[in-house]
């Protein structure tokens, strides 16, 4: 179960970066006037990473699956953690993903 969330977080997570955000097309046709109807989910994709809200949500499930062993936590740290590691939010991310994974790797 663990392989196939990380590996789909993983994907997501790449395409994510390298076709939706970093896409030059895309960010010119979201400049236009009025913006295409997707611009505004962009938009929060980029606030939240501006807000290193990937590396806080990975790093307090990641504690919080630690504290209490709940497995699906530490999938969450696990999954949100590889997607904060690829959307630049390396720090708070990584520490996140590693303590779920130290959850994970118990069981």
């Known amino acids: 179960?663990?392989?196939i969330l990380g590996g789909v977080a993983l994907g997501v997570a790449l395409v994510t970066r390298y076709?939706?955000?970093e896409s030059t097309e895309i960010g010119l046709s979201c400049a236009a006037l009025p913006p295409p109807w997707w611009c505004?989910?962009?938009y929060v994709v980029i606030r939240i990473h501006q807000l290193d809200g990937w590396g806080l949500v990975a790093l307090?499930?990641?504690l919080l699956?630690?504290?209490t062993r709940w497995y699906w936590l530490a999938l969450v740290?696990?999954?949100v953690g590889l997607i904060g590691v690829v959307?630049?939010?390396t720090?708070?991310?990584a520490v996140g993903l590693l303590a779920g994974l130290l959850l994970i790797l118990r069981r």
Request: aromatic share 8%.
């Open 77 to 79: 740290a696990l999954v």
């Open 91 to 93: 720090g708070l991310a």
């Open 40 to 42: 505004e989910a962009r």
């Open 19 to 21: 076709v939706w955000i």
């Open 65 to 67: 699956s630690l504290l």
């Open 1 to 3: 179960m663990p392989l």
């Open 60 to 62: 307090a499930a990641g």
């Open 87 to 89: 959307l630049y939010n």
